[in-house]
């Protein structure tokens, strides 16, 4: 690896410390690095993150891809005829489609370019894919893989090779009026955020957005997921209509060890619609798999365990166990962020739905009625519904004893109830 290269480069951005662990984002189609924004400040804090944009989207030409070496070249529609493109040598020239494999050599020449070796990687959909596909066929260089909204792959190429052909002839105004159901739901829609990343979809070159497109019909991965050693994480929306939670379940099923969050009131751009969750997620995935394969320090698995701990026992509650904090208690408040949250609760192997599911069960056997609500109200912030706790409750009936689980159902008849008014 080497700081220069020949190879083609994406317009990219960094923040954060130079010496930090590196981080690669990768954006979804029709979205620019700018996706990343609502978390950026949180990792930026922690990672070296670099971010990179498809061809055609943010700054980068849409003929990246036939060989143009800077990343900054204009759009004048003339490619170099020396593409060096393509990973396996060969180059992509005009009128051949673009595959993920493309887009993927395009990260790693970036990744040379900056003289990173091995990092992070996290990418939502198209950029998951991206992502997944270095994982399989660069596993040197990915410590850890987080995939947003993403599939091994996505759905028929034929209705991918329709978008491109709609974009290429009608422009971008052609999918105007589709892509907000599929990125938002429909309270999210009106929002400055989702305006926003929409008035950036209308930016974006046709043949870009259509060379994605033939990108994304053409990929496949779903016979190599069990070749992915990388830590991974899977994120799905639950109400995303363009990868549904059954592509992010095919991928934490097929990728061994992969652990997954499903999250309630989400579309396709979750970490535009759930920020705090997605970044909940991404940290307790990153910091207990960090790039440098190094032991994580105590100051940093109380960082990672604080995020985590606000996102499933709410701010109000830490506030309040902060404010209750003495001489005397500090060091167990200190010893349950950085043991209970920090190293249990952001262990990629289970999900935090299961988690829940595991800790009510747990807390209804010794009868701990206090922990037991705050778990209760902590399983409904982790995605699970009324009827999955009712479900959690009757198993534990058996295993547990009716007597116990009969004084769980009261307690979290109210506590359900309190949800639902919003209290
Ligand atoms: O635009 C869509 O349908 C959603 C999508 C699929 C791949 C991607 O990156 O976004």
Known sequence: MTGTTAHPLPHHREDGPADAPPLILGPSLGTSL????????????????????????????????????????????????????????????????????????????LADSLGID???YAGISLG????????????????????????????????????????????????????????????????PEARDLLDGLRTVAPEGYAACCDALATYDLRGDLGRIGAPTLVVAGRD????????ARELADGIP?????????????????RPAQVLAALLGHLTAYPADGGATDDRTRHAAGTTVRRAVLGDAHVDRATARTTAFTAVF????TRYAWGEIWTRPGLSRHTRS??????????????????????ALRNGLTAEDIQEVLLQ???????????SAFVLADRVIAEHREGK
Do not use: K
């Open 396 to 406: 534990s009936a058996v295993y547990c004893g009716v007597p116990a689980a009969n």
């Open 118 to 120: 091995r990092f992070a």
């Open 240 to 247: 995303d209509p363009a990868t549904p939670p059954a592509h």
């Open 333 to 336: 408040q200190d010893f349950i």
């Open 357 to 378: 599911c595991v800790t009510i069960t747990a807390l209804v056997a010794r009868g701990h009625h206090e922990e037991l609500e705050l778990h209760l109200r902590a």
């Open 128 to 191: 998951g894919a991206v992502g997944a596909w270095l994982a399989v066929h660069h596993p040197e260089r990915i410590a850890s893989l987080a995939l947003v909204c993403s599939s091994a792959r996505f759905g028929e190429p034929e209705g991918w090779h329709e978008r491109a052909a709609l974009v290429r002839e009608q422009g971008m105004a052609a999918i105007a009026e589709t892509t907000p159901g599929r990125w938002f739901t429909p309270a999210f829609v009106g929002t």
């Open 34 to 109: 700018a996706v990343w924004e609502p978390q950026m400040a949180a990792l930026a804090r922690q990672f070296r993150v670099v971010r990179w944009d498809l061809p055609g989207h943010g700054g980068t030409p849409y003929d990246v891809l036939l060989g143009r070496t800077d990343g900054t070249a204009g759009t004048d529609g003339t490619a170099r005829a020396d593409g060096t493109a393509r990973a396996d040598g060969t180059a992509p020239t005009e009128g051949t489609a673009h595959t993920v494999a493309d887009l993927a050599a395009l990260v790693l020449a």
């Open 257 to 273: 060890g992969a652990s997954l969050t499903e999250l309630a009131g989400a579309a396709h751009l979750a970490n535009a619609e």
